[in-house]
């Protein structure tokens, strides 16, 4: 009988597949995004962390291996006041390197959600967030909720 997917033979290593991934996601009130500043998004609620490398009172993950992650981020707002731009960052907080970017325009009462992902070799010990920057002139309203404003790890290898 061959192993189930996940299942590993060896009881001594951890499952295949299960070494680091975290599910994060901001469940208080929705988060108001200034406009022309750069704002870390604030995912408050961890819905699992199998490591416990997610920090909820600093909005970021911390890389306990080096290895290769696919990370990815999505977050959705309300209607916008005015036109504008937006972009959506995941950022390794050791340099402020961007690892990740998704950039759209506004228009005058739009709601949309934004989607970010990445494959990348993540620095042991090294930070990553994601922040927000806006352009209307006006806060933007992102909503909450596990499916509105996440931030997602899983390490590859």
Known sequence: MYPQPFENPDPNLPPKGFSSRIYAYRSLANQVIPSG???RSQMDTVLFDTLAEYNTALWQWTATKA?????CASC???AALAAGNIQMDIIRDLDSQNIARDFTTLVL???KAM???CVFYALAGAAYYV???QTTGFNLTFNNGVGNHYFCVH???
């Open 115 to 117: 989607f970010v992902a």
């Open 109 to 111: 009462g739009d709601a």
């Open 131 to 133: 922040r927000i920057r």
């Open 67 to 71: 290895g290769y992650y696919y990370m």
């Open 37 to 39: 500043v750069f704002t």
């Open 155 to 157: 390490k590859l290898s």
């Open 76 to 78: 959705r707002f309300t």
